[in-house]
């Protein structure tokens, strides 16, 4: 049964999502039409590879590659238009491919459509674009990006989809524990200043430190946690 | 080459940037009407693979007025910037008010880049008595991480000189970036240049 789908991407994780999203579907389709307007081809591809997707069952449909790259070898069974512009260009060779036997459609992204066409346009071509995907039984994506997505363009198209999905940024928790180390000595270095820091005075021993202003030596632990807790906070912030 | 003769090659190479893109912000400031404000230029020389990171909005769609450059130095140029500058751009040299970039500001912005890409290059090429020739610009829309991919397929070799010099005109939410790639086989004559010149 034909699912239609539109998934609103943010730009943080735009690629990766995409990447995932196009290891989801050649999992499920023998064949699958990519509509390709914002890397070159190539790079593409090259990360598709590099994610072991097999790239035998993609259709390319390209926008980016003709103009940057007059050197560029064709792949097979794939299409290169000379810009993103033109909607009927545009829907001719998706309809080709579709009736080359893709069995399954990725339109990345339907947020360059409209740098160069209104609202009204877009509308009209992606309610066509998903009539016939609905007649034939075929499933799509629609990406989005986040930040070049405008809530009334969203809420007018949203109605054409079977589904809408906002998908959230994936947290680094990676760099947490870096954070959390990287504050925690330098809470530590920062309260060992402070102890010592009578010792610069005139009269004062550094070495070794003769006065200290904590007796309890506890603190640096609890002080350095506390630190290190604030500190990871702020270096995610930032 | 030794890490002096490296950075008075970089120094070189920032006043050549600093003296095209002085010739092509006039040509965009007689265009516009409007006072257009330069950054200090960037150089770096690195691998193709790490220049995303040189990019200033490699998470955002981008358009782009690209031209690869051949002669005597070969690689690409391009002007690149956020949709809504360019669609500012364009309204503001067509005095329209569009929200989109339509066939004809897509011309309009063609012609900019065409001026912008001529007056950097002839600039840079006559300074160093260089013969430099850049094709038709195209006009492109991508990602900002992917400039560097549209960039590459003109140059020969894996480690690039990138130019790159920020560009607004302020009180019209417009900004960009003035981008030139060169692969390092071009290293050789521009230091030979540069030495002529400075002779």
Not at chain 1, 27 to 34: E, L, R, V
Not at chain 1, 41 to 57: E, G, R, V
Not at chain 1, 162 to 175: F, G, M, R, W, Y
Request: hydrophobic share 45%; charged share 20%.
């Amino acid at each position: 049964m034909s699912q239609i789908s539109l998934v609103v991407i943010p730009n943080k994780d735009y690629m990766n999502k995409v990447i995932r999203i196009s290891r989801q579907y050649a999992a499920a389709y023998s064949s699958i039409c990519y509509v390709n307007m914002n890397r070159t081809l190539d790079s593409l591809t090259t990360k598709l590879q590099y994610a072991n997707i097999d790239l035998q069952k993609f259709m390319f449909v390209d926008t980016i590659t003709r103009p940057t790259n007059p050197h560029f070898v064709e792949l097979p069974n794939s299409i290169y238009l000379d810009d993103a512009s033109s909607l009927t260009h545009l829907s001719a060779a998706i309809n080709k491919t579709l009736s080359q036997g893709a069995k399954a459609l990725i339109f990345d992204s339907i947020s360059t459509l409209f740098i160069y066409n209104e609202i009204r346009h877009v509308s009209v071509f992606a309610q066509n674009l998903i009539g016939s995907l609905r007649k034939s039984g075929k499933s799509a994506i629609f990406t989005m990006i986040e930040d070049e997505t405008k809530q009334d363009v969203l809420t007018g198209l949203s109605r054409y989809f079977d589904k809408v999905i906002q998908l959230k940024p994936t947290p680094n928790l990676a760099a947490i524990p870096v954070f959390f180390i990287i504050s925690y000595l330098a809470a530590i270095l920062a309260l060992y200043f402070f102890d010592i820091h009578w010792n610069f005075y005139p009269g004062g021993q550094l070495f070794p430190p003769e006065k200290h202003v904590f007796e309890d030596r506890s603190i640096y632990l609890w002080g350095g946690a506390i630190g290190a807790f604030i500190g990871t906070i702020f270096l995610k912030i930032i | 080459m030794n890490p002096l003769t490296y950075m008075r090659f970089k120094d070189a190479l920032k006043e050549i940037g600093n003296m095209g893109s002085g010739k092509a912000s006039a040509a965009l400031s007689r265009l516009t009407g409007k006072t257009v404000m330069l950054d200090a230029p960037n150089i770096h020389i690195t691998s193709l693979a790490r220049i995303t990171r040189y990019i200033s909005a490699p998470k955002k769609l981008i358009v782009g007025i690209f031209s690869p450059v051949d002669d005597h130095i070969s690689g690409a140029m391009i002007t690149a910037m956020p949709v809504e500058s360019a669609v500012n751009l364009s309204n503001l040299v067509s005095k329209k008010k569009n929200k989109v970039l339509k066939t004809k500001d897509k011309e309009t912005l063609l012609k900019i880049g065409q001026l912008l890409i001529k007056s950097y290059l002839q600039e840079m090429a006559h300074f160093l008595k260089l013969k430099v020739r850049h094709s038709r610009p195209k006009l492109i829309s991508a990602f900002g991480s992917s400039i560097p991919g549209l960039m590459a397929s003109n140059i020969k070799n894996k480690e690039v000189i990138l130019l790159k010099i920020r560009f607004n005109i302020p009180t019209t939410e417009i900004k960009g970036d003035f981008i030139l790639l060169l692969g390092t086989d071009n290293l050789d004559n521009l230091v030979s240049a540069i030495k002529d010149k400075l002779k």
